[in-house]
């Protein structure tokens, strides 16, 4: 029973298309997260939203835009496509107050063409 | 500006052997760290961590060793296996901060040779 599930795994696209990235967790927790690793290893936070109020919002273009509909889910949206967007995200969540281990979906592999 | 570093980017040890993965830090405002073991196409999870209250946590084959004078974190792993194989991650965060502001090493791989 995946606790932190995103779709689509592979996602292929050509440039200037947009695209959303879905993710689910039910773990309970009230704090959900988007990160880009990008093609140096690095893990970087992109967002955070916390029941559903968004919290850290770090340089991001603002081509990427997030949306949660409630505490469970953090959808991610990016229009515009271009190549420097190809990375694999990950979707994770924390429950705030339990130490600061985080929980990591199985990331979407986005490919920009 | 990283302020976590994972110098070695892999590491090779025979089955049996230890695995010992470095990690430093700079920022003196860190006191929680963790180690996080990410394998191919799937999401890091959370292997063990460390408060800056102690030196050494243990679990099991794990062991996470914390010198703070040198800011620099330790994940020991004895006798490695071949299923150790993976890339590592170090994170360091403050612990009164949102767990998202940790931040993370780019990692190490270790290859466990049977």
């Known amino acids: 029973d995946t606790a932190v599930s995103q779709t689509p795994k592979y996602l292929v696209t050509q440039m200037g298309n947009d695209k959303s990235i879905k993710c689910e967790q039910n773990?309970?927790?009230?704090?959900m997260y988007w990160y880009k690793q990008d093609s140096k290893k690095f893990l970087k936070i992109m967002f955070s939203?916390?029941?559903?109020?968004?919290?850290i919002n770090e340089t991001v273009p603002n081509r990427f835009s997030p949306k949660s509909p409630d505490k469970a889910h953090l959808n991610l949206h990016i229009n515009s496509l271009e190549l420097g967007d190809s990375a694999v995200y990950f979707c994770a969540s924390s429950q705030l107050g339990s130490g600061n281990t985080i929980y990591f979906g199985e990331g979407s592999w986005l490919t920009v063409v | 500006d990283q302020q976590v570093k994972q110098n070695s980017p892999s590491l090779s040890v025979q089955e049996g052997r230890i695995s010992i993965l470095n990690c430093d830090y700079t920022n003196s405002m860190f006191d929680y760290f963790l180690w996080y073991k990410k394998y191919p196409a799937e999401g890091p999870t959370f292997l063990i961590s460390i408060s800056s209250i102690k030196d050494k946590n243990e679990d099991g084959r794990f062991t996470v060793f914390l010198n703070k004078s040198a800011k620099h974190l330790s994940l020991h792993i004895v006798p490695s296996q071949p299923g150790d194989s993976a890339v590592y991650f170090c994170?360091?965060?403050?612990?009164?901060?949102?767990?998202?502001?940790?931040?993370f090493g780019d990692g190490t791989t270790l290859t466990v040779k049977p």
């Open positions: 939203y916390n029941n559903k109020e968004l919290i």
């Open positions: 773990l309970g927790h009230d704090t």
């Open positions: 994170a360091a965060s403050a612990r009164n901060t949102n767990a998202g502001k940790s931040t």
